[in-house]
């Protein structure tokens, strides 16, 4: 797909094994890049998709003509894979993919109003006809679901400065675009802004963008389900971008593989009769030719379990 290079791509594959064919499901389409490589590995392999974002639905349908009844798409959150119809209901997968966060069309579509890079309406749904817009949810947000969002998701240290900021904003018109929204974050930093790294707004937009898509939520629900729905021997492989989203992962997949959590004394049925075999012991990381490549994939880490 022109515009969008999937990360890790050589190591999904390897780890989920598809040159020896067999049922798979990528819960995040995105761009498709994970998908058509998928299908390409070998002509037994059916591939069912999944993506809540409408767009995606259009950038299917060039796969759906070219594979057939090998492909399938369904327009959904991955959250609700649990109560999807059709031929994905009764199907166990040899491999599933997660491949979170964010995609290259979502962000370099400046409409979408995920990236501060291009003024533009401050949406961040990942689901455009449905939800509420980031602009709603900071004009009419708790103060304890901004600090949520600013403090926890975003892992913004000055996130007293900023929520305060965002409430006294609350009616002037300087919640509503993206451009106007990652000034009223600078100014509210203060002078720190000018030796940070990264730009003053980058963290806070991440800790929105996670609110207003529930994207925690929606992961934690999605990993048990997502395991069950695997045969025997079949992989579980997810791709994180955020801190948050990786612990999550890590956590369940250290459960299901019977590693003791940090910290506990007691030991749990899953630790002496585990249910999966950790296949990555450290999270797998791009090498420096990928982030040359493709600077987004530079925050990535690949973990995968087998099912035993």
């Known amino acids: 797909m022109e515009g969008h290079a999937p990360v890790l791509l050589e190591e999904c594959l390897r780890l989920l094994s598809a040159e020896q064919g067999g049922d798979f499901l990528d819960a995040t389409f995105g761009g498709g890049g994970h998908s058509r490589a998928l299908l390409e590995a070998h002509p037994q392999v059916r591939l069912c998709a999944l993506d809540r974002d409408p767009e995606a639905a259009e950038r299917a349908k060039a796969l759906a003509a070219e594979f057939g009844d090998r492909f399938e798409f369904y327009s959904a959150n991955f959250s609700s894979l649990d109560t999807l119809t059709g031929t994905v209901k009764d199907r166990n997968f040899r491999g599933l993919l997660f491949d979170l966060g964010v995609s290259s069309f979502q962000l370099d ?64 018109g300087r919640l509503q675009r993206t451009a106007v929204f990652a000034e009223l974050i600078r100014d509210a930093i203060g002078p720190a802004a000018k030796h940070s790294r990264i730009h003053p707004a980058t963290l806070s937009f991440q800790g929105v963008r996670i609110a207003v898509n529930n994207e925690l939520l929606a992961i934690t629900d999605a990993l048990p389900v997502a395991f069950n729905k695997l045969e025997k021997g079949g992989v579980l492989a997810v791709i994180s971008f955020h801190s948050l989203e990786d612990r999550i992962v890590k956590r369940f997949f250290n459960r299901m593989s019977g590693r003791p959590e940090h910290g506990r004394d007691s030991t749990s049925v899953m630790e002496r009769n585990p249910v999966a075999e950790l296949l990555t012991r450290k999270a797998i990381v791009p090498s420096p030719s990928e982030i040359a490549r493709n600077p987004r994939s530079r925050s990535a880490k690949l973990r995968a379990i087998r099912k035993l």
């Open 109 to 172: 579509q400046a409409e979408r109003g995920f990236s501060f890079r291009m003024d533009a309406p401050l949406d961040m749904r990942m689901d455009t006809n449905s939800g509420m817009t980031a602009a709603d949810f900071l004009e009419t947000a708790r103060e304890d679901e901004l600090i949520l969002a600013i403090r926890e998701y975003g892992e913004e240290v000055r996130w007293k400065r900023v929520v305060r900021a965002i409430i006294s904003a609350r009616g002037t």
